[in-house]
């Protein structure tokens, strides 16, 4: 069964940095595709970026393009968030899930499974 374990978020200046790692395990994610997804308080959760099982497509948020870079390396079974020059608006609790095929592509957290716990990112001067 995969499991998925985040890591990596953490209190952070605006305009700084952070690396979110997605680790699968029970599974290899060579033919899964991966999400990142965010639920702010008192918000619902949304999708930030989506990669396909290759990484040949991916797919961002409006709010995240430019400044966020969604990568994997399957050797490792990870998936990585590359989250750079953040904002205020970026806080939030950061999940990664999985799903199969192409539906991944319209990146809404209806069509992903297998969740993964979350990771706190906190965006504040």
């Known amino acids: 069964q995969l499991q998925l374990v985040e890591s990596g978020g953490g209190l952070v200046q605006p305009g700084g940095s952070l690396r979110l790692s997605c680790a699968a395990s029970?599974?290899?994610?060579?033919?899964?595709?991966i999400g990142w997804f965010r639920q702010a308080p008192g918000k619902e959760r949304e999708g930030v970026s989506c990669i396909s099982s290759s990484a040949s497509s991916t797919n961002y948020a409006d709010s995240v393009k430019g400044r966020f870079t969604i990568s994997r390396d399957n050797a490792k079974n990870t998936v990585y968030l590359q989250m750079n020059n953040l904002k205020h608006e970026d806080t939030a609790i950061y999940y990664c899930?999985?799903?199969?095929?192409?539906?991944?592509?319209?990146?809404?957290?209806?069509?992903?499974?297998?969740w993964g716990q979350g990771t706190q990112v906190t965006v504040s001067s």
């Open positions: 029970g599974w290899t994610l060579d033919y899964v595709a």
């Open positions: 899930a999985a799903t199969s095929g192409l539906r991944y592509r319209l990146c809404v957290p209806g069509d992903f499974g297998s």
